[in-house]
């Protein structure tokens, strides 16, 4: 369900300026995605041009092999409760830098990592910029096989339509890094997102949705005029 590689240049914007905040010492929360990508290798290349000294939080089989693969050395994320920053993209963006997640069915490691980041950022293209969430995209949530045929009907009794993602090159549902199934949550109206989010985290076999609310500080937004710093007030940023 990834969406297509347009907007690169721009991606690539967004992760180099969201490097730039990352100092000497620092335990940094690396998401997953495209535009995570692009972060990685800015900090990749910081780390081997300019002896940048950080230990890399991973949220995926994807973002660990890229910092093994890029000389990042990187800490188990099991064995963490509080990192300095993390750093992540996103399916949609609003403009109080609430956020869908989970287009690389990575969500549930990355709200972790997200909760224990003393700041979370977000990093996207313009086109992930929206005024309302969840009504062009769906919201992804991670439940165990075993819950997936209770999770649609408890699910289509809130107003949504539960759709299993397949995966392209495998036969069958996408599975997780953790085992799991994702089902997207289409819904043709949303009003209370922190409400839907309960409710979702309330059936039994729902491990994590993708809704972040009022989790990010800041988002770094790369358009046509650059990169432009959105931020919230939050506590402690
Ligand atoms: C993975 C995510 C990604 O951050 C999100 O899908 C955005 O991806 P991209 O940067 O490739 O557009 O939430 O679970």
Redesign the pocket.
Known sequence: M??SSANLEL?EKAGIAAANLIENGMTVGI??????EFFVKELGRSVKEESLSIKGVTT?HQSKILCYQLGIQVLDVGMLDEIDLAV????EIDYSLNAI???????TI?KIVATMAKKFILI?DES?LVDRLGLDTPIPIEVIPEAVGLVQKKTKALGADPRIRMAVRKDGPVISDNGNFIVDLYFKQLENLSEINNLLLSIPGVIET?LFIGMASQAFIAGADGVKVLKVEKEGN
């Open positions: 990834k969406a991606k998401g997953t995605g495209s535009t995570v995926s992540d993209g996103a399916d997640k989970g287009g690389g069915a990575a969500h990355e996207g992930k993708g």
